[in-house]
């Protein structure tokens, strides 16, 4: 809470409870003797009304210079000022009483003065009451009440009819003393309001019970400026046999503790409302909503473009060569449902006038207050048609445009105005209004780095997922990446379609704990080494091994020396390799969901997949597992991150059958099934990445494949080249007949120098032209520059040179080498 807000609402209390009086009145005349006494004056000093009915008051005071300032004090004379202080009091009983006593003169139709008293139990006052004026002052030098503290008192007899009244009491509610006296209240001021006052008094009069803060609205004239807010406390006055003599009504204006406490529930509803999410242009709108009608009939938030796309607010907006930066409307809202009465629409670009309050307000950076909007020629308005012409329309009269500040910058300003409300601004609606925007300037603050961050991380994370994934002639493939809409920002998923040696794909997806740009960050880190060790053909088991050991060694290098524990990393991955010759596919998983497999006919089943120990957390003993499982041509392979499958209001069991259902489609495309399943598993904003891999496996049938098992030795060279040729012939591919001969001789002749047994060859026609030699042998080629007197050693740059890509793989009985070419003639 400002101190603003605060030092108003501590000073309408301290308005209620000093000016207030407490329920023990008695009312004096000039010769100060009692003349009417309630019964909580009988409750708090112990005398009843035949007490002291037409004795002087003077006396009930314990200390004797406390009685003679009282005789100086309520001595006749003409209009003395109201009086509050401490003082001691004489209980019947004998004991003493510090009591707060607050004393009113009233006026009578003859023109003499008369008294009411007011004493509070000093033991039942809030302690800074109690404290007020520190030391308790001896009568009368005791605190004099200022007159914006003055309580209205108003005496009326057992008809209602008025007697006796204060000149404060006019002040307060705009009665004149000529109109109030010898009339009752409905006959001086005729009104519901009124007449409600009069049944309330009238039930007083009957029951003796007081009846404290009844709040009612002033009876000024329609042409006063502001309306005040009233407190009445109505008690009954009893003569010297107990019998009713009147009412006293004791009015305390409570407009000041009123606006206050709404100011205060304005700030609650802020912190309630205003920035509920990380979102900029919502947070504006927020502010829009907040303001009306609480505060204004008509708010505008507009806020720099930079700040709505995340980036860097200008620190000093200001005018550059008669030019602002670009503005869009963030926020708007009117009383009038349904009716635009602004200039821009939500989204939309605004104009900033250059000679205009608004212009002002980004030059200094302070707010403009208008309190009566001036459209006299010669003003601002008068150059701005439009605004003008909608300040007319809509009987626009006052108006606040409070910058909107954060961290030393501008990032908008908020307008704010009223129409229907025909009280202007005051000086505590600009205060009020510059600390609801104070607040929702840190939100927006929040929110626009959230966008930068967020902004960041989608740029970085769909740089590294593939833009144009294909599947070459092992499978169709469709994908579908739906980045989290949360709080917690993007997340870590990816996924990629690798193209590996003898047409085969390596499919992944993989899923980094945490959000934000560092979980981007490590997604590509673990998608680079993924690709790398694919490139490598390692097994899919042993890849996740040497992934856990480099997310590992990726943890070691950011932890904090001073800080062992603080680094931490973790990630899922499921990888497959799939083989269109045989149609096997190879999978294995570290912690992560598993792949779903869906047959041609659209059955949907899981494979009993091991699930294996997520990425990161050095369980080394534990080792990854590899399944293999042979599939139909055309069978569907779904690969997907936890965020398609789990919800708050499931768990991932039935998640997963959820996706089966939505997977069982087999007559849709794989782009239709990949947008049905994510509408029907993700409707709405996710709270996690959403990551989902299709792909629609194909089969190389047996004129695509050829393949021969040779013998070892030198002589099956020629044969093996001859083999090759014929094949091509067949294919229709002659014209890779001689750079087919001539990488079949090298690596033919490489592999039977290193085998003790036969060597396979195979052809594969496929969207290249793949050659495959194979021997027993688990040593590894690598190629060599050759001096120029060397006879050997050129045969690997050979087929380096005459291929698009070449390589090595391990297998089970020893390793394969194998060489592609393009099918088309080309560089």
């Known amino acids: 809470m400002s101190s603003s807000v605060a030092a108003a609402f501590t000073a309408a209390q301290t308005d209620v409870e000093v000016a207030g009086v407490g329920a023990a009145i008695a009312l004096l005349d000039a010769d100060a003797r009692v003349v009417g006494w309630t019964q909580a004056a009988e409750r708090l000093l112990g005398y009843a009304p035949a007490d002291v009915v037409g004795r002087s008051a003077v006396p009930l005071l314990a200390d004797g210079a406390d009685r003679a300032n009282a005789s100086a004090y309520l001595a006749p004379r003409s209009a003395p000022d109201p009086w509050s202080g401490f003082a001691k009091m004489r209980h019947r009983a004998g004991h003493t009483i510090d009591v707060r006593l607050c004393v009113q003169s009233v ?62 009491q006019g002040v307060k509610d705009g009665i004149p003393l000529a109109q109030r006296l010898g009339r009752r209240l409905s006959e001086a001021v005729p009104g519901s309001e009124a007449e409600t006052l009069e049944t309330l008094m009238r039930q007083v009069l009957r029951s003796g019970v007081p009846t404290l803060n009844v709040e009612y609205r002033s009876f000024l004239s329609s042409r006063a400026r502001s309306e005040r807010t009233l407190t009445a406390s109505l008690f009954r ?84 060569g008669g030019r602002t930066p670009t503005f869009r409307r963030a926020g708007l809202a009117s009383i009038h449902q349904g009716i635009h009465s602004s200039l821009a629409g939500p989204g939309e670009r605004v104009v900033v006038p250059a000679k205009s309050p608004f212009s002002g307000v980004l030059r200094s950076g302070r707010s403009h207050f208008e309190p009566i909007v001036d459209t006299s020629a010669g003003t601002w308005v008068e150059h701005h048609a439009a605004t003008q012409a909608a300040i007319h329309a809509y009987g626009a009269h006052s108006l606040m445009v409070v910058p909107i500040h954060a961290r030393g910058a501008v990032l908008g300003m908020a307008l704010f105005v009223r129409t229907d409300d025909r009280a202007p601004f005051e000086k505590d609606d600009l205060l009020l209004a510059e600390e609801v925007v104070s607040w929702a300037a840190l939100s927006l603050d929040n929110a626009r780095q959230y966008a930068r ?79 790398t060790l694919a490139a490598m053909d390692v097994p899919p088991d042993e890849l996740l091994a040497r992934l856990d ?96 499958i789990e919800g708050r209001d499931h768990d991932i069991d039935v998640g997963m059958d959820r996706l089966a259902a939505a997977l069982a489609r087999p007559g849709l495309s794989l782009d239709e099934l990949s947008t049905s399943v994510v509408d029907a598993l993700a409707a709405g904003a996710p709270g996690d990445d959403v990551t989902l891999l299709l792909a629609r496996t194909r089969a190389l049938g047996p004129d695509q494949v050829a393949s021969w098992q040779l013998p070892a030795t030198p002589a099956v060279v020629r044969d093996a080249r001859a083999l090759a040729t014929s094949q091509l012939a067949r294919w229709g591919l002659d014209h890779l007949s001689e750079s087919t001969e001539l990488i079949v001789s090298e690596l033919v002749t490489n592999a039977i120098r290193h085998s003790d047994g036969t060597i396979g060859l195979r052809l594969i026609r496929h969207e290249g032209l793949t050659c495959e030699v194979h021997d027993t042998s688990n040593s590894h080629p690598c190629p060599r520059r050759p001096h120029i007197t060397d006879e050997n050693g050129r045969g690997l740059l050979l087929v380096k040179q005459l291929s698009r890509r070449w390589g090595t793989r391990h297998t089970s009985d020893g390793k394969l080498i194998w060489s592609e070419q393009r099918l088309a003639p080309g560089p």
């Open 107 to 168: 006026s009578g139709q003859d023109g003499r003065a008369q008294w009411v008293v007011s004493a509070t139990d000093k033991a039942t006052m809030s302690p800074a009451s109690a404290t007020d004026g520190a030391v308790p002052q001896s009568l009368p030098g005791g605190l004099r009440l200022p007159g914006g503290l003055s309580v209205g008192v108003v005496i009326r007899d057992t008809e209602l009819r008025c007697t006796w009244a204060n000149d404060a």
């Open 237 to 320: 006055l009893d003569d010297g046999q107990g019998r009713a003599l009147g009412v006293c009504v004791v009015s305390v204006d409570v407009t000041d503790s009123r606006r206050a406490r709404e100011r205060l529930a304005i700030l609650g509803e802020a912190g309630k409302r205003v920035g509920t999410t990380l979102d900029v242009t919502r947070t504006g709108q927020e502010l829009a909503d907040l303001a009306v009608p609480l505060l204004a009939d008509y708010a505008t938030v507009d806020l720099a473009e930079s700040v709505l796309l995340g980036d860097e607010p200008v620190s000093g907006l200001s005018l550059r």
């Open 453 to 531: 961050e967020r902004l960041a991380a989608l740029a970085l994370q769909r740089h590294l997922l593939p833009h144009h994934a294909t599947g070459g002639s092992a499978a169709d493939v469709a994908s579908h990446y739906l980045p989290a809409d949360s709080h917690h920002g993007v997340g870590g998923d990816w996924f990629d379609v690798i193209q590996l040696s003898g047409a085969r794909i390596a499919l992944v997806v993989g899923d980094v704990v945490g959000h934000g740009i560092n979980a981007a960050a490590t997604m590509g880190q673990l998608r680079a080494a993924v690709r």
């Open 549 to 644: 050991e480099q997310v590992v060694r990726l943890c070691e290098a950011d932890t904090d020396v001073e800080d062992p524990a603080g680094a931490t990393m973790a990630a899922t991955c499921l990888y497959a390799v799939y083989d269109p010759v045989t149609r096997c596919c190879t999978m294995a998983r570290a912690g992560h969901p598993p792949p779903a497999i869906v047959a041609p006919d659209g059955s949907v089943t899981f494979p009993p997949l091991p699930a294996g120990a997520p990425l990161g957390l050095g369980l080394g003993l534990v080792p990854f597992e590899s399944v293999t499982v042979r599939l139909p041509e055309h069978t569907t392979l779904a690969f997907y991150s936890d965020g398609l």
